[in-house]
C-alpha cells in the first residue's frame, strides 16, 4: 500500500496555468451537479405528486371492500397537502424498504409509488376519547365501549402507548371515537386520515373514527365484532393500508379473529421508515 503525499504538497508543484484549468473546471462541475440536484428534486415532486398516499380504499374493483358480509369498514386517505408542500423526505427502493414489511408496500403492485405516512413520534403516547354510546340499557352501553376499547387496545405499545379517555379531558384528543346509528349497508366502521408536509414537519390527523351501531341484519355488533373493527379502523387511523391475507386484521372484511403477526409487523416496519419518504417501485 502506497503512503498518499498531502494534497497540499500535490497542489504546490502544479503551473498556474494548471490551477486555473483546474478552476475553471471545477465551478463548471459544480454548476452542473447543481443544475442536476435541481432536476432530481423536480423528478421527485412530479413522482410525489403523482403518487397516491397509502389508503385502504372502499369499492375496488375485485376487493371485497365495501360489499362483503357485514363488512369492516373503508378508510378514505384524504390528502389536504398542495403539491409545493408535499417534498419528499427520502427516496427509498422498494426492494430494499418492503422486504419483511408484511403488507405495507402492498399497493405497489399497482402504482409505481407509495408516500409514507402517519403519526410523528412526537405525537406518542397517542390519546383517544372513546365516549359512552348513547343507547340503553346501560350495561349494553358499557359493553360496547368496553369490546371497541379492546379493539383499539391492541394496538398499544406498536409503536405507540395508547391513552383512552371516556370523557373529554382538558388535553384534547388526538382522535376521537364517534358511535354512529348507522354506516349504511354492512359498513361496521370508517376512518379517514390528512396529512400534509409543513416545513419538513410531516403533521398527520384523523378527523373522523366512526363505529356503527347496526350490523348489516339492524342488531347491535357483536362483542367480537365490534373488537375487530375497532382494531381494523386504528389500524388505518395509524397509517395502515388493507391487507392482502383473510388472517390479518387489516383485510377489508371481518375475516380475521385477531392482530396477526403480520400486522405488527407491517405496523412496526411503517414507524421504522421516514415518515414522508417516497417508496419507488
Ligand atoms: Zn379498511
Redesign the pocket.
Known amino acids: 500500500m502506497q503512503e498518499r503525499k498531502p494534497a497540499w504538497d500535490r497542489w504546490g508543484r502544479l503551473s498556474p496555468t494548471s490551477l486555473l484549468v483546474i478552476l475553471i473546471l471545477s465551478t463548471g462541475t459544480m454548476i452542473w451537479l447543481s443544475q442536476r440536484s435541481r432536476a432530481g428534486r423536480a423528478r421527485m415532486d412530479e413522482e410525489l405528486s403523482r403518487a397516491p398516499a397509502p389508503t ?1 380504499e372502499c369499492g375496488i374493483p375485485g376487493t371485497q371492500g365495501c360489499d362483503g358480509f357485514e363488512a ?4 378514505t386517505g384524504v390528502s389536504t397537502a398542495q403539491s409545493a408542500s408535499r417534498q419528499p423526505s427520502a427516496r427509498l427502493s422498494a426492494s430494499e424498504t418492503c422486504r419483511n414489511s408484511g403488507y405495507l408496500c402492498q399497493t405497489l403492485e399497482s402504482q409505481d409509488s407509495l408516500v409514507v405516512v402517519r403519526w410523528p413520534e412526537s405525537a406518542f403516547p397517542l390519546r383517544i376519547h372513546v365516549p359512552l354510546p348513547a343507547v340503553e340499557p346501560a350495561s349494553l352501553a358499557r359493553e360496547l365501549r368496553s369490546a371497541a376499547v379492546s379493539g383499539l387496545m391492541a394496538w398499544s405499545g406498536h409503536p405507540s402507548e395508547l391513552i383512552i379517555s371516556e370523557r373529554s379531558v382538558a388535553t384534547p384528543a388526538d382522535i376521537v371515537i364517534e358511535w354512529v346509528p348507522d354506516l349504511g349497508g354492512q359498513i361496521l366502521g370508517q376512518a379517514r386520515y390528512e396529512w400534509e408536509n409543513r416545513d419538513g414537519q410531516i403533521i398527520f390527523r384523523v378527523p373522523s373514527f366512526l363505529l356503527s351501531l347496526r350490523t348489516g341484519r339492524g342488531s347491535y355488533p357483536s362483542r367480537d365484532q365490534l373488537q375487530l373493527t375497532a382494531a ?1 379502523e386504528m389500524g ?1 387511523a395509524l397509517g395502515l393500508p ?1 391487507s392482502d391475507s383473510p388472517e390479518d386484521v ?1 383485510f ?1 372484511t371481518n375475516t380475521a379473529r385477531s392482530l396477526s403477526v403480520r400486522d405488527y409487523r407491517t405496523v412496526e416496519a411503517l414507524y421504522r421508515l421516514t415518515n414522508g419518504a417516497l417508496i419507488v417501485r
Open positions: 385502504g369492516v369498514g373503508e378508510l381494523h388505518h388493507h387489516m377489508p
